[in-house]
C-alpha cells in the first residue's frame, strides 16, 4: 500500500492530479481554463445555438391567416343565405302545433302540414227565380217549376201596377211586393170557371218570410194574370192553435161564393195554412176524402179532387211527432166551418 503516491503522481505532491496543482484551475473554478476545455465550450454553445434555432417557433403566417378567415366568412355567409332561401321557400302554413301547447305531433310524426288555403270562394249571385216547394204534389195538373214562376213573375208584376183590394181594374199604385226570387211556391194547380169568371185558369200561392210574412194568391186566366190576393203578417191570434188555416183560404177550396150556383165536376180544390214547429203531420178532409198535406217551411198545402158538392169546409187536424193530435178546426172558432 506503499506505492499509492507514486502511481498518481511524481513527487509528494502529486502534481499530475487533478485539482492538486498546476496548471489546471481547482475546484472553486480558480485559474485559468485550459485549452481543452475552451474547445468543450465552443463546442457546447455551438450544440445549445443549434438546438436553439431548432426549438424556435416560426413567425405566424399572417397572410396565410387572413386569408383563411376570409373564407371562412365567406363559407357562413353563404350557409346563412342558403338557410334563408330554405325559409322562404317553405309556406308559412307549413307547420302545425297545438294551441297551448308543444309540437309532440310534429315530433312523433314528422312535420304536420296545416291544411291548404284555397283561395276565397267568390259568393254565389242572388237568386233570380223563386224557389220550387218542398214536394212535387205541390205542383198539380202538370204545372212545371217553370210555368209557376213565370206565372209568379206576372203577378208580382200585376201588383206593381194595380192594387190589388182594387180589383184588376182599380189602377191604384200597389206597395213594393218584392221580387221574385224572395218568394218560394207553394201550391199551384188549375182552377175552375163560374159565372163571374168563366173559363179555367191556374192559381199559383207563394210566401216570402222576410221582411215580413207574405203570401201572394195569384190567379192566372190565360196564362196572364186576372187577380191577386195579397196577406201579410201572420193570421194567428193569441187563442190561435199551433196549426192556423189561412183566412183567405176559401179562394182555393170553394168553386164560387155565388150562393145557389151549381157545382162543375170535378173539381180541385187546394188547402193551405201555417203550422208551429211542433206540428209534424196535418190532414186535409174535403168530400169525404182526406190527404195529407205538405209541411213546408212552416207551412202546410193540401190539395185535391172533389166529386160531389159538400156544405162543410175543409176539416184539417194537425199531430205533432208522436202522433198526438195538437189541432182540429172543428174545435177551432175562428175557423169558418160552413160553406156559405
Given at each position: 500500500?506503499?506505492?499509492?503516491?507514486?502511481?498518481?503522481?511524481?513527487?509528494?505532491?502529486?502534481?499530475?492530479?487533478?485539482?492538486?496543482?498546476?496548471?489546471?484551475?481547482?475546484?472553486?473554478?480558480?485559474?485559468?481554463?485550459g485549452p481543452e476545455l475552451s474547445?468543450?465550450?465552443?463546442?457546447?454553445?455551438?450544440?445549445?445555438?443549434?438546438?436553439?434555432?431548432?426549438?424556435?417557433?416560426?413567425?405566424?403566417?399572417?397572410?396565410?391567416?387572413?386569408?383563411?378567415?376570409?373564407?371562412?366568412?365567406?363559407?357562413?355567409?353563404?350557409?346563412?343565405?342558403?338557410?334563408?332561401?330554405?325559409?322562404?321557400?317553405?309556406?308559412?302554413?307549413?307547420?302545425?302545433?297545438?294551441?297551448?301547447?308543444?309540437?309532440?305531433?310534429?315530433?312523433?310524426?314528422?312535420?304536420?302540414?296545416?291544411?291548404?288555403?284555397?283561395?276565397?270562394?267568390?259568393?254565389?249571385?242572388?237568386?233570380?227565380?223563386?224557389?220550387?216547394?218542398?214536394?212535387?204534389?205541390?205542383?198539380?195538373?202538370?204545372?212545371?217549376?217553370?210555368?209557376?214562376?213565370?206565372g209568379l213573375e206576372g203577378c208580382?208584376?200585376?201588383?206593381?201596377?194595380?192594387?190589388?183590394?182594387?180589383?184588376?181594374?182599380?189602377?191604384?199604385?200597389?206597395?213594393?211586393?218584392?221580387?221574385?226570387?224572395?218568394?218560394?211556391?207553394?201550391?199551384?194547380?188549375?182552377?175552375?170557371?163560374?159565372?163571374?169568371?168563366?173559363?179555367?185558369?191556374?192559381?199559383?200561392?207563394?210566401?216570402?218570410?222576410?221582411?215580413?210574412?207574405?203570401?201572394?194568391?195569384?190567379?192566372?186566366?190565360?196564362?196572364?194574370?186576372?187577380?191577386?190576393?195579397?196577406?201579410?203578417?201572420?193570421?194567428?191570434?193569441?187563442?190561435?192553435?199551433?196549426?192556423?188555416?189561412?183566412?183567405?183560404?176559401?179562394?182555393?177550396?170553394?168553386?164560387?161564393?155565388?150562393?145557389?150556383?151549381?157545382?162543375?165536376?170535378?173539381?180541385?180544390?187546394?188547402?193551405?195554412?201555417?203550422?208551429?214547429?211542433?206540428?209534424?203531420?196535418?190532414?186535409?178532409?174535403?168530400?169525404?176524402?182526406?190527404?195529407?198535406?205538405?209541411?213546408?217551411?212552416?207551412?202546410?198545402?193540401?190539395?185535391?179532387?172533389?166529386?160531389?158538392?159538400?156544405?162543410?169546409?175543409?176539416?184539417?187536424?194537425?199531430?205533432?211527432?208522436?202522433?198526438?193530435?195538437?189541432?182540429?178546426?172543428?174545435?177551432?172558432?175562428?175557423?169558418?166551418?160552413?160553406?156559405?
Amino acid at each position: 500500500m506503499t506505492d499509492t503516491g507514486e502511481r498518481y503522481g511524481e513527487g509528494r505532491h502529486g502534481a499530475g492530479r487533478p485539482g492538486a496543482g498546476g496548471d489546471a484551475p481547482g475546484r472553486d473554478g480558480s485559474g485559468p481554463p485550459g485549452p481543452e476545455l475552451s474547445r468543450l465550450e465552443a463546442n457546447l454553445r455551438d450544440l445549445l445555438a443549434e438546438d436553439a434555432a431548432e426549438v424556435r417557433p416560426a413567425p405566424a403566417p399572417y397572410p396565410a391567416i387572413v386569408r383563411q378567415g376570409r373564407q371562412e366568412r365567406q363559407r357562413r355567409l353563404a350557409a346563412t343565405g342558403a338557410a334563408l332561401m330554405v325559409l322562404t321557400v317553405v309556406p308559412a302554413a307549413a307547420y302545425a302545433f297545438a294551441a297551448g301547447g308543444s309540437s309532440d305531433s310534429a315530433a312523433k310524426g314528422g312535420v304536420a302540414a296545416a291544411p291548404r288555403q284555397s283561395a276565397p270562394a267568390k259568393p254565389s249571385p242572388a237568386p233570380t227565380g223563386s224557389a220550387g216547394p218542398a214536394t212535387p204534389g205541390q205542383l198539380a195538373d202538370g204545372i212545371t217549376m217553370a210555368q209557376a214562376a213565370k206565372g209568379l213573375e206576372g203577378c208580382l208584376g200585376f201588383g206593381r201596377t194595380h192594387d190589388p183590394r182594387a180589383g184588376a181594374g182599380g189602377g191604384k199604385p200597389a206597395p213594393d211586393l218584392g221580387k221574385a226570387g224572395e218568394y218560394r211556391i207553394l201550391l199551384a194547380h188549375r182552377s175552375a170557371g163560374n159565372a163571374n169568371s168563366p173559363g179555367d185558369g191556374r192559381y199559383i200561392v207563394a210566401v216570402k218570410d222576410k221582411p215580413q210574412q207574405t203570401r201572394l194568391i195569384c190567379h192566372l186566366k190565360e196564362g196572364k194574370p186576372s187577380g191577386i190576393n195579397i196577406s201579410t203578417g201572420s193570421d194567428a191570434t193569441p187563442d190561435s192553435g199551433p196549426v192556423v188555416p189561412d183566412m183567405n183560404g176559401g179562394k182555393l177550396f170553394l168553386q164560387s161564393f155565388t150562393p145557389g150556383e151549381p157545382w162543375v165536376f170535378p173539381f180541385r180544390w187546394g188547402s193551405i195554412g201555417t203550422v208551429d214547429p211542433k206540428v209534424a203531420k196535418v190532414t186535409v178532409s174535403y168530400g169525404g176524402a182526406t190527404v195529407d198535406a205538405a209541411i213546408d217551411h212552416g207551412w202546410f198545402a193540401a190539395t185535391g179532387i172533389l166529386e160531389r158538392a159538400v156544405t162543410k169546409t175543409p176539416h184539417i187536424v194537425g199531430y205533432d211527432a208522436q202522433g198526438k193530435q195538437v189541432y182540429d178546426s172543428d174545435r177551432d172558432r175562428q175557423y169558418q166551418k160552413e160553406v156559405s
